[in-house]
């Protein structure tokens, strides 16, 4: 019954801000939550994780200063703060999380629930 449900996306123009949030049917602690993306045509690719109880955030290199992961243990929320957003960086962006921690963040088979994802367009 783990519900994972993202909210946020929209169409952005480049250069602008919006932020992502996924809602959490409960809190994965001593787990680790990420935020995926994909492109069509493309593989899902790693954006960006957060350990939920000590707060150490990893990010792709791709995305490394523009964006920002975080959490709100009281609301079980996590959030994705994009900045200075791309036209590459359209793509549906999804949560995810693990069940427990494997020592590893950025495959997607480190995880085990998804969310359906939230569509990001970036225009140029």
């Known amino acids: 019954q783990v519900q994972l449900v993202e909210s946020g996306g929209r169409l952005v123009q480049a250069g602008g801000s919006l932020r992502l949030s996924c809602a959490t049917s409960r809190t994965f602690s001593s787990t680790v939550m990420g935020w995926f993306r994909q492109a069509p045509g493309k593989e899902r690719e790693f954006v960006a994780a957060?350990?939920?109880?000590?707060?150490?955030?990893y990010y792709a290199e791709s995305v490394k200063g523009r964006f920002t992961i975080s959490r709100d243990n009281a609301k079980n929320t996590v959030y994705l703060q994009m900045n200075s957003v791309k036209p590459e960086d359209t793509a549906v962006y999804l949560c995810?999380?693990?069940?427990?921690?494997?020592?590893?963040?950025?495959?997607?088979?480190?995880?085990?629930?998804w969310g359906q994802g939230t569509q990001v367009t970036v225009s140029s």
């Open positions: 995810a999380a693990a069940s427990f921690f494997r020592g590893t963040y950025n495959r997607a088979y480190d995880y085990d629930y």
């Open positions: 957060i350990r939920w109880s000590e707060g150490y955030t």
